[in-house]
C-alpha cells in the first residue's frame, strides 16, 4: 500500500478543471426541449415544410379532374396539353436518410405525444434557469487549513485529535466526506484505488491518500490497526461487471471508474464491508464503541414501506443484487457486535450537484413522486447535505441506526461549513 501526496497527484499553480458547466447543461436542455417539440410537429399532417416553409407538393393521384386548356389551344393541341397536366411530374421521392428521419419522427411523436412534449419543455427551462441563478451566485471555494477550523454551533470537543479513516475517499461521495470532515478538525486518511483527490481543492490537499486495495482483507486489517476513531465506508458502483451496463459509469459515476471483469456489487460492497465490520470487531478493544458510518441506499428500505416488495420484484436483476448487497450489509451493522459498533447507515436516494449533468433531469420526477407521497420514493438529496451529515453523525453519540433524506437535512443543518 503506497502513499501519495496531493502535490504528486496535482502540481501547484495548476487550475483545477471544472466540474461541470451550468451553461452547457442549460444548451443541452434547450436543445432536448426543441428536439421533442420538433419531432411531435414533424410527424403531423401539414402543409408546409417545417424547414424551408415551402408548399408540401401534393400528389397527382389526389386531383379529380385535368385542368382546362387555355382559350387560345385548340384541337390536338388541346388533347395534348390536358394529356401533359394529367400526366404531371410526380413529388421527388425522399432519399433513404430522409426517410428514416420521417419515421423517426412520426415514432417519437407517438411515444412522446403532445403532454409529455409541453410537459419536458417548461422542466428543461426551469432546470436551465435555475442552473444560471446558481452558477451566477455560486461563492468561491473557500481554503480551509486546519488551523482555521473553528467551532461552530455546538462544541466539537477535540475534533483535532480525532482520525477519520474514509475508504473510498475520491469519489463522488467520498471526496465529499473528506473535505467537510477537514472542515470540521478532523485528520483525514483516505483509501482508494486512485490514491488521490478527484481535482485540485485547498480542504483535499490536508487528506492523508493511500493507494490500496479494499477488496483484500489484509489491507483493511492495517489500516484498522493504525487506530482510528471513526471509520466511514463510501465504496460502492451504479452498475457493476455482470449488469452489461458496466460502461455507463464513466458516465453517471462520480469518479468515472470502470469496475474489472470481479467489480460485482457482492464484492466490492457486500464483501469490503463486512471484511471491514470483521477488522474494526478485531482492533477495537472491550466497552469501547466505534462510529462507523456505511453509504446505502433508499431503495434498500422498500420491504419496510407500502408498494416496497413490488417495487423489489419488478426491478431489474442488476439492481436486486444492488440492493442485496446493501441490506446484508446492514444487517451486519445492526446485529450486536458486542457493543464495538456504533453503526451510521445512511439511506440517499438520488445524490446530486449542479455539476452532476447526468442526474438533474430526474431530479423534478424524483421530488415531485416524494412530494406526492409516494411511499417507495425518497426525495433527491444534494451531496453535500450527506457528507455534513456523514461528520455531524460521526461526531454525536446519540446519532445511529438508518437515517434518511429528513434526518440528513438535521444533521447538515447543525453542520455550519460552507463549501
Request: hydrophobic fraction near 45%; charge should be neutral.
Amino acid at each position: 500500500m503506497a502513499h501519495l501526496s496531493y502535490a504528486d497527484e496535482f502540481p501547484r499553480g495548476r487550475a483545477p478543471a471544472p466540474s461541470g458547466s451550468p451553461l452547457l447543461a442549460a444548451a443541452l436542455a434547450c436543445v432536448a426541449s426543441f428536439t421533442v417539440v420538433y419531432s411531435y410537429l414533424a410527424a403531423q399532417p401539414r402543409a408546409v415544410d417545417l424547414w424551408t416553409a415551402a408548399p408540401v407538393r401534393v400528389a397527382p393521384h389526389v386531383r379529380t379532374a385535368p385542368m382546362a386548356p387555355p382559350p387560345h389551344v385548340t384541337g390536338g393541341q388541346a388533347s395534348a396539353h390536358v394529356h401533359r397536366e394529367a400526366q404531371a411530374p410526380p413529388a421527388p421521392v425522399p432519399g433513404p436518410w430522409a426517410a428514416r428521419y420521417e419515421a423517426l419522427n412520426a415514432k417519437t411523436a407517438q411515444w412522446i405525444g403532445a403532454p409529455l412534449s409541453l410537459l419536458l419543455l417548461p422542466l428543461t427551462a426551469l432546470t436551465a434557469v435555475l442552473m444560471v441563478i446558481r452558477q451566477a451566485t455560486a461563492r468561491p471555494v473557500r481554503p480551509a487549513p486546519l488551523a482555521m477550523a473553528a467551532v461552530t454551533g455546538t462544541a466539537r470537543r477535540g475534533l483535532k485529535n480525532k482520525k477519520l479513516l474514509v475508504l473510498g475517499g475520491s469519489g463522488y461521495l467520498g471526496s465529499r466526506i473528506c473535505r467537510a470532515a477537514v472542515e470540521a478538525g478532523y485528520k483525514v486518511t483516505a483509501l482508494s484505488r486512485r490514491g488521490g483527490p478527484p481535482k485540485m481543492d485547498p480542504a483535499l490537499e490536508q487528506v492523508e491518500w493511500r493507494i490500496g486495495d479494499a477488496t483484500e482483507a489484509a489491507t483493511l486489517q492495517g489500516l484498522v490497526n493504525e487506530g482510528y476513531d471513526c471509520i466511514v465506508h463510501a465504496i460502492g458502483l451504479l452498475f457493476d461487471s455482470q449488469s452489461g451496463l458496466a460502461n455507463l459509469n464513466t458516465i453517471v459515476s462520480g469518479s468515472q471508474s470502470l469496475p474489472d471483469a470481479n467489480g460485482t456489487y457482492d464484492r466490492i460492497t457486500r464483501q469490503t464491508a463486512e471484511d471491514l465490520i470483521d477488522a474494526v470487531l478485531e482492533a477495537t478493544p472491550a466497552n469501547t464503541q466505534l462510529p462507523l458510518a456505511f453509504i446505502s441506499a433508499a431503495e434498500a428500505g422498500w420491504p419496510d414501506v407500502p408498494g416496497g416488495p413490488l417495487m423489489d420484484k419488478i426491478v431489474p436483476d442488476f439492481l436486486k443484487r444492488y440492493l442485496i448487497a446493501k441490506r446484508v450489509v446492514e444487517g451486519r451493522l445492526t446485529a450486536d457486535n458486542d457493543g464495538k459498533i456504533r453503526p451510521l447507515i445512511l439511506r440517499p436516494s438520488l445524490m446530486w450537484d449542479w455539476g452532476k449533468l447526468d442526474v438533474l433531469p430526474a431530479i423534478p420526477v424524483f421530488w415531485a413522486a416524494s412530494k406526492a407521497g409516494v411511499p417507495f420514493v425518497d426525495r433527491p438529496v444534494q451531496v453535500n447535505t450527506i457528507a455534513k451529515a456523514v461528520v455531524e453523525g460521526l461526531d454525536n453519540d446519540d446519532v445511529q441506526g438508518v437515517i434518511r433524506f429528513e434526518k440528513m437535512d438535521e444533521l447538515a443543518a447543525r453542520n455550519q461549513w460552507e463549501f
